[in-house]
């Protein structure tokens, strides 16, 4: 078990009434959330030797952590340094205040650049860490309304740098040769999901162009220079995309190669 998964077990056991969620009659796995006979733990990430030096704090508002829907878990399958907890405005979460003073963390709010102040220092395309420091990536995880109200209401996120990807600039970077420790390249990214437009039709976003909490967390990836991690964060969120809606009462709009894609890539990569 993860943070997410140790988290949504927490806001489930303080919760006073039971979460209907959407598809509250499905019987799910506790840990992937999804329908039981379309489960993915087994071929999760997590079960590879990934190496990475970057780091994600999710920051949940409220019931966020407990849709099934929710792609925050998914990073958190391929990266061990993922911390979860819950947003609060008015109490103060010495958890999480610790992680973000920890010496060897560089924090990084992903947020969209126009929200930041005239003199707030924002990474638009590449991350630089100062040395000695790895990258500690604050998402803020709910809905746009959520996220705009938990970015304004969070003094103690301030003092940090921002995160703001170029959408072209880190979908190139996704999308382009990844490399193989041999050096080894992939063909024109062949495998790659990653386009224009977010992928994610398990839930209808509030704004075009936005994209989960998962792709982003794999363009912010890219941008630390983990290419061959974005692009299999962005497989691994294609294979849950695609599981999940099996499941639902509507057309699978999901990447129907992205079980064989995923494995490919593991198989070349990683193996």
């Known amino acids: 078990m993860h943070a997410v998964h140790k988290l949504h077990q927490y806001r489930k056991s303080i919760s006073t009434t039971t979460y209907k969620a959407r598809g509250q009659r499905v019987i799910r796995c506790p840990l992937c959330q999804l329908a039981q006979q379309f489960c993915i733990c087994e071929l999760s990430p997590s079960k590879q030797k990934i190496e990475t030096t970057a780091g994600f704090l999710l920051l949940y508002y409220d019931t966020e952590v407990m849709k099934p829907s929710n792609t925050g878990k998914l990073i958190a399958d391929l990266i061990p340094d993922t911390f979860a907890f819950l947003w609060s405005r008015t109490q103060e979460n010495p958890e999480l205040l610790a992680v973000l003073n920890d ?3 560089f924090p990084l709010l992903v947020f969209p650049q126009e929200y930041a102040d005239d003199d707030r220092q924002v ?17 803020l995880d709910g809905s746009w309304r959520e996220a705009k109200k938990m970015f304004r209401k969070s003094p103690y996120l301030d003092r940090f740098p921002m995160v703001s ?10 999308a382009g040769l990844c490399q193989s420790e041999n050096n080894n390249q992939l063909s024109n990214g062949a495998l790659s999901p990653v386009g224009q437009d977010s992928r994610y039709t ?5 704004l075009e162009h936005q994209f989960s909490t998962a792709e982003v967390g794999a363009r912010v990836l890219a941008m630390h220079g983990e290419t061959n991690n974005a692009h299999l964060l962005d497989l691994w969120f294609d294979v849950f995309n695609f599981q999940y809606q099996k499941s639902v009462c509507q057309r699978n709009k999901g990447n129907v190669n992205a079980m064989e894609n995923y494995q490919s890539f ?5 193996r």
């Open 103 to 105: 010496e060897k963390w």
């Open 123 to 139: 990474f638009s395309n590449k991350v630089i860490c100062p040395e000695g420091k790895r990258p500690l990536f604050i998402m």
């Open 165 to 174: 990807f170029d959408a072209k600039t880190a979908i190139e970077a996704v």
């Open 202 to 206: 398990v839930r209808k976003t509030e």
């Open 266 to 270: 593991l198989v070349k990569i990683y």
